[in-house]
Protein backbone atom coordinates (compact mmCIF):
# COMPACT_ATOMS: atom_id res chain seq x y z
CA UNK A 1 0.00 0.00 0.00
CA UNK A 2 1.37 3.41 -0.81
CA UNK A 3 1.81 6.42 1.59
CA UNK A 4 0.47 9.28 0.05
CA UNK A 5 3.17 11.83 0.73
CA UNK A 6 1.54 15.61 0.57
CA UNK A 7 3.03 17.41 -2.46
CA UNK A 8 5.05 20.37 -2.48
CA UNK A 9 6.45 22.78 -4.43
CA UNK A 10 8.79 26.47 -4.45
CA UNK A 11 6.53 29.54 -4.19
CA UNK A 12 9.11 30.76 -6.92
CA UNK A 13 12.16 29.47 -8.76
CA UNK A 14 15.55 30.84 -8.12
CA UNK A 15 14.37 32.21 -4.80
CA UNK A 16 16.19 29.06 -2.26
CA UNK A 17 17.97 26.20 -2.18
CA UNK A 18 19.41 23.14 -0.42
CA UNK A 19 23.28 23.09 0.01
CA UNK A 20 24.66 20.49 2.20
CA UNK A 21 20.67 19.74 3.70
CA UNK A 22 20.92 23.61 4.26
CA UNK A 23 18.86 25.87 3.32
CA UNK A 24 20.30 28.88 1.16
CA UNK A 25 18.98 31.90 -0.24
CA UNK A 26 20.06 32.98 -3.96
CA UNK A 27 20.69 35.69 -5.37
CA UNK A 28 23.04 37.57 -8.09
CA UNK A 29 26.32 39.10 -7.80
CA UNK A 30 27.46 42.07 -10.41
CA UNK A 31 30.36 40.92 -12.12
CA UNK A 32 31.45 44.89 -12.71
CA UNK A 33 30.90 46.47 -9.28
CA UNK A 34 30.50 43.72 -6.86
CA UNK A 35 27.19 44.55 -5.49
CA UNK A 36 24.68 41.47 -4.32
CA UNK A 37 21.21 41.33 -5.22
CA UNK A 38 18.39 39.62 -3.76
CA UNK A 39 15.80 38.03 -5.60
CA UNK A 40 17.87 37.04 -8.51
CA UNK A 41 18.24 40.13 -11.08
CA UNK A 42 18.95 40.09 -15.00
CA UNK A 43 20.96 43.78 -14.47
CA UNK A 44 22.43 45.43 -12.05
CA UNK A 45 20.45 48.58 -10.44
CA UNK A 46 24.10 50.18 -9.32
CA UNK A 47 26.44 50.32 -11.68
CA UNK A 48 24.25 49.43 -14.33
CA UNK A 49 25.77 46.54 -16.15
CA UNK A 50 24.26 42.85 -17.60
CA UNK A 51 27.72 40.90 -16.05
CA UNK A 52 25.51 39.10 -13.67
CA UNK A 53 26.35 36.14 -11.93
CA UNK A 54 24.00 33.69 -9.83
CA UNK A 55 25.25 33.25 -6.28
CA UNK A 56 24.01 31.75 -2.41
CA UNK A 57 23.46 34.40 -0.80
CA UNK A 58 23.78 32.52 2.69
CA UNK A 59 22.07 30.98 5.47
CA UNK A 60 21.78 33.17 8.38
CA UNK A 61 22.26 36.69 9.12
CA UNK A 62 21.11 39.25 11.85
CA UNK A 63 17.98 40.89 12.42
CA UNK A 64 18.64 44.25 11.16
CA UNK A 65 14.61 45.59 11.32
CA UNK A 66 11.23 43.65 12.63
CA UNK A 67 7.83 44.08 12.63
CA UNK A 68 4.68 41.90 13.48
CA UNK A 69 1.78 42.21 10.75
CA UNK A 70 -1.16 41.50 13.45
CA UNK A 71 -4.36 42.14 10.83
CA UNK A 72 -4.93 39.53 7.42
CA UNK A 73 -3.77 41.20 4.33
CA UNK A 74 -5.78 41.38 1.96
CA UNK A 75 -5.71 39.56 -1.72
CA UNK A 76 -2.57 38.77 -3.14
CA UNK A 77 -1.66 37.42 0.33
CA UNK A 78 -2.70 33.72 0.61
CA UNK A 79 -3.18 31.89 2.94
CA UNK A 80 -5.58 28.79 4.24
CA UNK A 81 -6.89 30.56 7.27
CA UNK A 82 -9.72 32.71 7.56
CA UNK A 83 -9.87 36.17 8.66
CA UNK A 84 -10.88 35.15 11.87
CA UNK A 85 -8.93 32.61 12.07
CA UNK A 86 -5.36 35.15 10.97
CA UNK A 87 -2.56 33.79 12.64
CA UNK A 88 -0.10 37.62 13.53
CA UNK A 89 3.28 36.91 11.29
CA UNK A 90 6.77 38.64 11.87
CA UNK A 91 8.26 40.63 8.89
CA UNK A 92 12.18 41.46 8.86
CA UNK A 93 15.13 42.51 7.32
CA UNK A 94 17.87 40.06 7.65
CA UNK A 95 21.59 41.52 6.80
CA UNK A 96 23.84 38.68 5.64
CA UNK A 97 27.18 38.24 5.66
CA UNK A 98 27.95 40.27 2.04
CA UNK A 99 25.91 42.82 3.61
CA UNK A 100 22.94 42.98 1.71
CA UNK A 101 19.34 43.03 3.69
CA UNK A 102 16.82 40.30 2.46
CA UNK A 103 13.02 40.88 4.04
CA UNK A 104 11.90 37.70 5.15
CA UNK A 105 9.01 36.70 7.00
CA UNK A 106 10.35 35.54 10.15
CA UNK A 107 9.21 32.15 12.48
CA UNK A 108 8.25 34.44 15.57
CA UNK A 109 5.33 37.20 16.43
CA UNK A 110 5.93 37.40 19.56
CA UNK A 111 7.25 40.87 19.47
CA UNK A 112 8.98 39.99 23.17
CA UNK A 113 11.25 37.86 21.58
CA UNK A 114 12.10 39.90 18.36
CA UNK A 115 15.50 41.98 19.12
CA UNK A 116 17.59 44.22 16.49
CA UNK A 117 20.93 42.05 16.56
CA UNK A 118 19.20 38.52 16.93
CA UNK A 119 21.29 35.91 15.11
CA UNK A 120 18.77 34.69 12.65
CA UNK A 121 18.93 31.02 10.34
CA UNK A 122 16.86 30.56 7.28
CA UNK A 123 14.28 27.79 6.88
CA UNK A 124 11.93 26.62 4.37
CA UNK A 125 8.63 26.07 5.53
CA UNK A 126 4.95 25.38 3.74
CA UNK A 127 3.51 28.66 3.54
CA UNK A 128 -0.11 28.01 1.92
CA UNK A 129 -2.04 24.83 -0.17
CA UNK A 130 -2.63 25.00 -3.52
CA UNK A 131 -6.60 24.01 -4.78
CA UNK A 132 -5.43 21.26 -5.61
CA UNK A 133 -3.76 20.05 -2.35
CA UNK A 134 -0.20 20.88 -3.36
CA UNK A 135 1.76 22.61 -0.10
CA UNK A 136 3.65 25.63 -1.31
CA UNK A 137 7.13 26.74 0.04
CA UNK A 138 8.65 29.67 1.13
CA UNK A 139 11.64 30.75 3.15
CA UNK A 140 11.64 32.31 6.76
CA UNK A 141 14.39 32.75 8.74
CA UNK A 142 14.25 31.94 12.68
CA UNK A 143 16.23 32.73 16.08
CA UNK A 144 18.92 30.65 16.38
CA UNK A 145 19.19 27.90 18.23
CA UNK B 1 13.37 84.46 -14.51
CA UNK B 2 9.57 84.55 -13.86
CA UNK B 3 8.98 84.80 -10.08
CA UNK B 4 5.43 82.01 -9.45
CA UNK B 5 2.42 83.46 -7.30
CA UNK B 6 -0.08 81.25 -5.88
CA UNK B 7 -3.60 83.69 -6.22
CA UNK B 8 -6.01 81.26 -5.34
CA UNK B 9 -6.27 78.14 -3.26
CA UNK B 10 -9.13 75.46 -2.84
CA UNK B 11 -10.31 72.03 -0.87
CA UNK B 12 -13.29 69.82 -0.69
CA UNK B 13 -13.31 68.49 3.05
CA UNK B 14 -11.33 65.65 3.71
CA UNK B 15 -12.93 62.55 5.01
CA UNK B 16 -15.78 60.60 3.80
CA UNK B 17 -18.63 62.18 1.62
CA UNK B 18 -20.37 59.07 0.49
CA UNK B 19 -22.78 61.04 -1.81
CA UNK B 20 -19.74 62.88 -4.03
CA UNK B 21 -17.26 61.00 -6.34
CA UNK B 22 -13.85 61.79 -6.27
CA UNK B 23 -14.19 63.79 -9.21
CA UNK B 24 -16.70 65.50 -7.94
CA UNK B 25 -14.59 66.23 -4.91
CA UNK B 26 -11.93 67.64 -7.35
CA UNK B 27 -13.63 69.74 -9.02
CA UNK B 28 -15.18 71.43 -6.07
CA UNK B 29 -11.52 72.57 -5.01
CA UNK B 30 -11.54 73.79 -8.10
CA UNK B 31 -14.19 76.42 -7.88
CA UNK B 32 -12.78 77.14 -4.61
CA UNK B 33 -10.00 78.46 -5.62
CA UNK B 34 -11.17 80.00 -8.68
CA UNK B 35 -13.49 81.82 -6.66
CA UNK B 36 -10.77 82.84 -4.40
CA UNK B 37 -8.87 84.30 -7.28
CA UNK B 38 -11.70 85.68 -8.89
CA UNK B 39 -10.32 83.57 -12.07
CA UNK B 40 -12.62 82.23 -14.60
CA UNK B 41 -11.87 78.39 -15.70
CA UNK B 42 -11.46 79.45 -19.41
CA UNK B 43 -8.34 82.06 -18.34
CA UNK B 44 -6.65 79.40 -17.08
CA UNK B 45 -4.04 78.11 -19.58
CA UNK B 46 -2.31 74.92 -18.35
CA UNK B 47 -3.28 71.94 -15.59
CA UNK B 48 -1.81 69.37 -14.35
CA UNK B 49 -3.59 67.05 -11.55
CA UNK B 50 -3.92 63.67 -10.44
CA UNK B 51 -5.80 60.67 -8.75
CA UNK B 52 -4.66 57.14 -8.09
CA UNK B 53 -8.61 55.86 -7.59
CA UNK B 54 -11.00 58.61 -8.56
CA UNK B 55 -10.45 58.43 -12.42
CA UNK B 56 -7.95 60.84 -14.85
CA UNK B 57 -7.98 64.34 -13.48
CA UNK B 58 -8.39 65.84 -16.85
CA UNK B 59 -12.11 64.68 -16.31
CA UNK B 60 -12.38 67.41 -14.61
CA UNK B 61 -13.08 69.75 -18.05
CA UNK B 62 -16.33 67.69 -18.40
CA UNK B 63 -17.48 69.26 -15.30
CA UNK B 64 -15.58 73.04 -15.48
CA UNK B 65 -15.52 73.52 -18.84
CA UNK B 66 -14.04 71.61 -22.05
CA UNK B 67 -12.05 75.29 -22.84
CA UNK B 68 -9.09 73.31 -24.56
CA UNK B 69 -6.59 73.92 -22.22
CA UNK B 70 -3.42 71.86 -21.97
CA UNK B 71 -4.62 69.26 -18.93
CA UNK B 72 -1.78 66.69 -18.00
CA UNK B 73 -2.67 63.81 -15.59
CA UNK B 74 0.40 63.50 -13.06
CA UNK B 75 0.92 59.60 -11.04
CA UNK B 76 3.30 59.47 -8.61
CA UNK B 77 1.65 57.86 -5.64
CA UNK B 78 1.50 60.03 -2.37
CA UNK B 79 3.42 62.51 -4.26
CA UNK B 80 1.14 63.51 -7.13
CA UNK B 81 0.21 67.19 -5.33
CA UNK B 82 4.02 67.71 -5.25
CA UNK B 83 4.50 66.86 -8.93
CA UNK B 84 1.47 68.45 -10.26
CA UNK B 85 2.60 71.63 -8.11
CA UNK B 86 6.15 71.24 -9.60
CA UNK B 87 4.35 70.81 -13.24
CA UNK B 88 2.71 73.97 -12.95
CA UNK B 89 4.91 75.90 -11.49
CA UNK B 90 7.78 74.96 -14.28
CA UNK B 91 5.27 76.44 -17.04
CA UNK B 92 5.23 79.44 -15.65
CA UNK B 93 8.43 79.62 -14.69
CA UNK B 94 9.32 78.65 -18.39
CA UNK B 95 7.31 81.65 -19.47
CA UNK B 96 4.79 78.85 -21.72
CA UNK B 97 1.95 80.19 -19.33
CA UNK B 98 0.93 82.78 -17.46
CA UNK B 99 -1.92 81.03 -14.96
CA UNK B 100 -2.14 77.46 -14.01
CA UNK B 101 -3.88 74.82 -11.66
CA UNK B 102 -2.38 72.33 -9.61
CA UNK B 103 -5.17 69.73 -8.54
CA UNK B 104 -5.31 66.52 -6.93
CA UNK B 105 -8.40 64.57 -5.42
CA UNK B 106 -9.10 60.65 -4.59
CA UNK B 107 -11.93 58.56 -3.13
CA UNK B 108 -9.99 55.04 -1.27
CA UNK B 109 -11.90 51.95 -0.35
CA UNK B 110 -11.73 51.61 3.47
CA UNK B 111 -9.16 49.65 5.31
CA UNK B 112 -5.34 49.84 4.01
CA UNK B 113 -4.06 50.24 0.49
CA UNK B 114 -4.19 47.15 -1.83
CA UNK B 115 -1.21 46.77 -3.97
CA UNK B 116 -0.47 44.48 -6.66
CA UNK B 117 3.43 43.71 -7.17
CA UNK B 118 2.62 43.75 -10.83
CA UNK B 119 2.11 47.26 -10.76
CA UNK B 120 6.00 47.82 -9.07
CA UNK B 121 7.84 45.39 -10.91
CA UNK B 122 7.87 42.87 -8.32
CA UNK B 123 7.43 38.97 -8.62
CA UNK B 124 4.05 37.07 -7.46
CA UNK B 125 5.44 35.51 -4.98
CA UNK B 126 6.20 39.01 -2.91
CA UNK B 127 2.27 39.25 -2.77
CA UNK B 128 1.25 35.97 -1.80
CA UNK B 129 3.98 35.51 0.82
CA UNK B 130 2.65 38.70 2.71
CA UNK B 131 5.09 41.65 1.68
CA UNK B 132 2.70 43.73 0.05
CA UNK B 133 1.66 45.86 2.87
CA UNK B 134 2.54 49.87 3.23
CA UNK B 135 2.27 49.46 7.06
CA UNK B 136 5.43 46.81 6.82
CA UNK B 137 7.42 49.60 5.30
CA UNK B 138 6.83 52.03 7.97
CA UNK B 139 6.91 50.12 10.42
CA UNK B 140 10.06 48.07 9.62
CA UNK B 141 12.15 51.75 8.65
CA UNK B 142 10.49 52.98 11.90
CA UNK B 143 11.71 50.36 14.06
CA UNK B 144 15.67 50.48 12.52
CA UNK B 145 15.37 54.15 13.17
CA UNK B 146 14.29 54.29 16.74
CA UNK B 147 16.93 51.88 17.37
CA UNK B 148 19.48 54.28 15.65
CA UNK B 149 18.59 57.16 16.77
CA UNK B 150 16.89 56.66 20.29
CA UNK B 151 13.77 57.60 19.71
CA UNK B 152 10.71 55.87 22.32
CA UNK B 153 7.37 55.07 21.96
CA UNK B 154 5.90 57.64 23.71
CA UNK B 155 7.12 60.30 20.85
CA UNK B 156 5.15 58.76 18.47
CA UNK B 157 2.09 58.92 21.03
CA UNK B 158 2.71 62.32 21.08
CA UNK B 159 3.20 63.00 17.61
CA UNK B 160 -0.60 61.73 17.15
CA UNK B 161 -1.88 63.53 19.93
CA UNK B 162 -1.11 66.54 18.49
CA UNK B 163 -2.51 65.48 15.08
CA UNK B 164 -5.83 64.66 16.41
CA UNK B 165 -5.41 67.98 18.84
CA UNK B 166 -4.87 70.29 15.37
CA UNK B 167 -7.38 68.25 13.68
CA UNK B 168 -9.98 69.52 16.24
CA UNK B 169 -9.06 73.09 15.66
CA UNK B 170 -9.24 72.81 12.09
CA UNK B 171 -12.85 73.23 10.48
CA UNK B 172 -12.15 71.34 7.25
CA UNK B 173 -10.58 68.38 8.73
CA UNK B 174 -11.46 64.59 8.59
CA UNK B 175 -10.84 63.43 12.74
CA UNK B 176 -12.25 66.41 14.74
CA UNK B 177 -12.02 64.65 18.24
CA UNK B 178 -8.82 65.08 20.30
CA UNK B 179 -7.36 61.64 21.53
CA UNK B 180 -5.98 61.54 24.80
CA UNK B 181 -2.62 59.82 24.93
CA UNK B 182 -3.62 57.08 26.39
CA UNK B 183 -6.50 56.27 23.80
CA UNK B 184 -3.59 56.65 20.79
CA UNK B 185 -0.90 54.33 23.31
CA UNK B 186 -3.46 51.52 24.24
CA UNK B 187 -5.15 51.57 20.47
CA UNK B 188 -4.50 47.58 19.04
CA UNK B 189 -0.91 47.25 17.49
CA UNK B 190 -1.12 46.94 13.73
CA UNK B 191 2.45 46.87 12.86
CA UNK B 192 5.13 47.29 15.52
CA UNK B 193 5.82 49.75 16.42
CA UNK B 194 3.65 51.08 15.22
CA UNK B 195 -0.48 51.28 16.43
CA UNK B 196 -4.13 51.98 14.83
CA UNK B 197 -4.03 55.76 16.06
CA UNK B 198 -0.89 56.52 14.91
CA UNK B 199 -1.84 55.23 11.26
CA UNK B 200 -3.33 57.81 8.64
CA UNK B 201 -6.32 56.21 7.15
CA UNK B 202 -7.38 56.04 2.87
CA UNK B 203 -9.75 58.69 2.86
CA UNK B 204 -11.51 61.32 0.15
CA UNK B 205 -11.04 64.90 -0.27
CA UNK B 206 -9.94 67.40 -3.38
CA UNK B 207 -7.16 70.08 -3.14
CA UNK B 208 -6.76 73.16 -6.08
CA UNK B 209 -3.99 75.47 -6.14
CA UNK B 210 -4.17 78.22 -8.63
CA UNK B 211 -0.38 79.69 -10.20
CA UNK B 212 0.26 82.84 -11.94
CA UNK B 213 3.12 85.18 -13.40
CA UNK B 214 3.74 87.22 -10.01
CA UNK B 215 3.86 90.35 -12.38
CA UNK B 216 -0.54 89.77 -13.00
CA UNK B 217 -0.91 88.12 -9.41
CA UNK B 218 -2.68 91.89 -8.20
CA UNK B 219 -5.91 90.85 -10.89
CA UNK B 220 -6.45 88.16 -8.67
CA UNK B 221 -5.46 88.48 -5.04
CA UNK B 222 -4.44 91.16 -2.71
CA UNK B 223 -2.70 88.35 -0.95
CA UNK B 224 -0.31 86.89 -3.30
CA UNK B 225 1.65 83.96 -1.66
CA UNK B 226 5.55 83.32 -3.60
CA UNK B 227 6.67 79.84 -4.92
CA UNK B 228 9.73 80.24 -4.27
CA UNK B 229 10.83 76.44 -5.17
CA UNK B 230 8.78 73.58 -5.68
CA UNK B 231 10.80 70.35 -6.35
CA UNK B 232 10.33 66.69 -6.87
CA UNK B 233 13.96 63.98 -6.45
CA UNK B 234 13.94 60.64 -6.78
CA UNK B 235 15.15 57.81 -5.17
CA UNK B 236 19.39 57.09 -5.95
CA UNK B 237 20.40 53.28 -5.52
CA UNK B 238 20.45 51.96 -1.67
CA UNK B 239 17.38 53.86 -0.45
CA UNK B 240 15.16 52.20 1.89
CA UNK B 241 11.77 52.36 0.11
CA UNK B 242 8.16 51.22 0.11
CA UNK B 243 8.18 47.48 -1.49
CA UNK B 244 11.85 46.25 -1.13
CA UNK B 245 12.58 42.80 -0.86
CA UNK B 246 16.30 43.45 -0.22
CA UNK B 247 18.29 46.38 1.18
CA UNK B 248 21.78 47.63 -0.43
CA UNK B 249 24.97 46.92 2.03
CA UNK B 250 25.37 50.33 1.62
CA UNK B 251 22.46 52.84 2.41
CA UNK B 252 22.31 55.63 1.26
CA UNK B 253 20.24 59.03 2.36
CA UNK B 254 16.52 59.02 0.90
CA UNK B 255 15.16 61.48 -1.74
CA UNK B 256 13.63 64.06 0.52
CA UNK B 257 17.14 64.57 1.83
CA UNK B 258 18.23 65.70 -1.78
CA UNK B 259 14.76 67.39 -2.80
CA UNK B 260 14.86 69.17 0.65
CA UNK B 261 18.54 70.51 -0.21
CA UNK B 262 17.47 71.32 -3.69
CA UNK B 263 14.57 73.71 -2.85
CA UNK B 264 16.73 75.46 -0.12
CA UNK B 265 19.25 76.30 -2.31
CA UNK B 266 16.63 77.39 -5.22
CA UNK B 267 14.50 79.63 -2.79
CA UNK B 268 17.92 80.90 -1.14
CA UNK B 269 16.77 79.94 2.32
CA UNK B 270 18.12 77.53 5.34
CA UNK B 271 15.77 75.21 7.90
CA UNK B 272 16.30 77.50 10.55
CA UNK B 273 13.76 80.75 8.35
CA UNK B 274 10.82 78.74 8.36
CA UNK B 275 7.48 79.60 10.02
CA UNK B 276 5.36 77.18 9.52
CA UNK B 277 6.05 73.16 8.19
CA UNK B 278 3.77 70.14 6.44
CA UNK B 279 5.89 67.21 6.14
CA UNK B 280 4.44 64.21 5.50
CA UNK B 281 3.25 62.03 8.22
CA UNK B 282 1.76 58.85 6.98
CA UNK B 283 2.07 57.55 10.29
CA UNK B 284 3.66 59.61 13.07
CA UNK B 285 6.96 58.16 13.03
CA UNK B 286 7.03 59.39 9.41
CA UNK B 287 6.79 62.98 10.91
CA UNK B 288 9.65 62.14 13.14
CA UNK B 289 11.68 61.12 10.46
CA UNK B 290 11.20 63.83 7.81
CA UNK B 291 11.85 66.37 10.00
CA UNK B 292 15.55 65.17 10.17
CA UNK B 293 15.51 64.24 6.30
CA UNK B 294 14.12 67.63 5.56
CA UNK B 295 17.16 69.23 7.60
CA UNK B 296 15.27 70.71 10.54
CA UNK B 297 17.01 68.93 13.34
CA UNK B 298 19.82 65.75 14.01
CA UNK B 299 18.86 62.77 14.00
CA UNK B 300 17.32 62.01 17.36
CA UNK B 301 16.81 65.31 17.99
CA UNK B 302 12.94 64.93 17.36
CA UNK B 303 12.80 63.06 21.04
CA UNK B 304 13.22 66.18 22.73
CA UNK B 305 11.81 68.87 20.24
CA UNK B 306 8.80 67.11 20.65
CA UNK B 307 8.37 66.20 23.98
CA UNK B 308 8.98 70.40 24.95
CA UNK B 309 6.57 71.18 22.47
CA UNK B 310 8.41 72.90 19.80
CA UNK B 311 6.08 71.47 17.22
CA UNK B 312 3.12 72.18 18.08
CA UNK B 313 1.10 75.41 16.60
CA UNK B 314 2.76 77.79 19.04
CA UNK B 315 5.92 76.25 18.81
CA UNK B 316 9.46 77.38 17.23
CA UNK B 317 8.59 74.80 14.38
CA UNK B 318 4.83 74.44 13.73
CA UNK B 319 4.78 70.83 12.13
CA UNK B 320 1.22 69.84 10.50
CA UNK B 321 -0.96 72.54 11.94
CA UNK B 322 -3.73 71.33 10.37
CA UNK B 323 -3.53 67.56 11.86
CA UNK B 324 -1.50 66.31 9.15
CA UNK B 325 -2.56 63.15 7.18
CA UNK B 326 -3.22 61.36 10.23
CA UNK B 327 -6.50 64.12 10.95
CA UNK B 328 -7.50 64.81 7.58
CA UNK B 329 -6.78 60.99 5.63
CA UNK B 330 -4.85 60.29 2.97
CA UNK B 331 -7.04 60.80 -0.43
CA UNK B 332 -3.28 60.07 -2.24
CA UNK B 333 -4.30 62.68 -5.07
CA UNK B 334 -5.20 65.41 -3.01
CA UNK B 335 -3.04 65.58 0.23
CA UNK B 336 0.30 67.07 -1.33
CA UNK B 337 -1.54 70.12 -1.98
CA UNK B 338 -3.67 70.19 0.75
CA UNK B 339 -0.19 71.04 2.57
CA UNK B 340 0.12 73.66 0.23
CA UNK B 341 -3.74 74.69 1.03
CA UNK B 342 -2.86 74.79 4.74
CA UNK B 343 0.68 76.77 4.65
CA UNK B 344 -0.87 79.68 2.38
CA UNK B 345 -3.76 79.90 4.61
CA UNK B 346 -1.53 80.19 7.40
CA UNK B 347 0.73 82.89 5.78
CA UNK B 348 -2.10 85.18 4.71
CA UNK B 349 -3.20 85.08 8.36
CA UNK B 350 -6.59 83.22 7.21
CA UNK B 351 -5.98 79.82 9.45
CA UNK B 352 -8.15 80.80 12.65
CA UNK B 353 -8.11 78.52 15.67
CA UNK B 354 -4.85 76.97 14.70
CA UNK B 355 -3.38 80.20 12.84
CA UNK B 356 0.45 80.01 13.72
CA UNK B 357 1.02 83.47 16.12
CA UNK B 358 3.49 86.10 15.15
CA UNK B 359 2.46 86.73 11.30
CA UNK B 360 4.38 83.91 9.69
CA UNK B 361 6.01 84.35 6.24
CA UNK B 362 8.14 81.65 5.00
CA UNK B 363 6.21 77.70 5.12
CA UNK B 364 8.00 74.38 3.51
CA UNK B 365 5.63 71.71 2.28
CA UNK B 366 7.14 67.83 1.96
CA UNK B 367 5.48 65.22 0.53
CA UNK B 368 6.93 61.53 -0.05
CA UNK B 369 5.42 58.61 -1.92
CA UNK B 370 6.29 55.14 -3.20
CA UNK B 371 8.75 53.91 -5.02
CA UNK B 372 10.90 56.27 -3.54
CA UNK B 373 9.90 60.22 -4.74
CA UNK B 374 10.21 63.12 -2.88
CA UNK B 375 8.17 66.66 -3.78
CA UNK B 376 9.09 70.03 -1.31
CA UNK B 377 7.59 73.12 -1.99
CA UNK B 378 9.04 76.80 -0.24
CA UNK B 379 6.02 79.46 -0.34
CA UNK B 380 6.48 83.29 1.10
CA UNK B 381 4.37 85.66 1.59
Redesign the interface.
Known sequence: MSVNKKRQRKIAENLFSELHQTPVLLGSLCGACDEHFFPRQDACAKCPSEDMQDVVLGSSGQLWSWTVQHFPPKPPFRSNASAEKFEAYGVGYIELPCGLKVESRLLENNPENLSIGDSMELKIVPFFTDEDGCEVLSFAFQRAS | MTDVAIVGIGLHNFGRTPNRSGLEQGAFAVREALADADMAWRDVQVAFGGSQDAGNADSLCLKLGLTGLQFTNVSNGCATGGSALNAAFQCIKAGSAETALAVGFDKHAH??F?A??KDWGL???Y???????TT?FF???L??YM?DHGISSDTLVRVAEKAFRNGALNERAWRRKALSYDEIAES??????LRKYMFCSPAEGGAAILLCDARIAHKYTSKPIYLKAAVVRTRH??TFEVF???????QTPPPSVQASKDAYEIAGVGPKDFDVLQLQDTESGAEIMHMAENGFCEHGEQETLIKSGATEIDGAMPVNTDGGCLANGEPIGASGLRQVYEVCLQLRGDAGSHQVPGNPSLGYTHVYGAPGVSGVNILQR
Do not use: I, T
Open positions: GANDPPDWGEAGYMLQALKQRHPMVNNPYGNPSLAAE
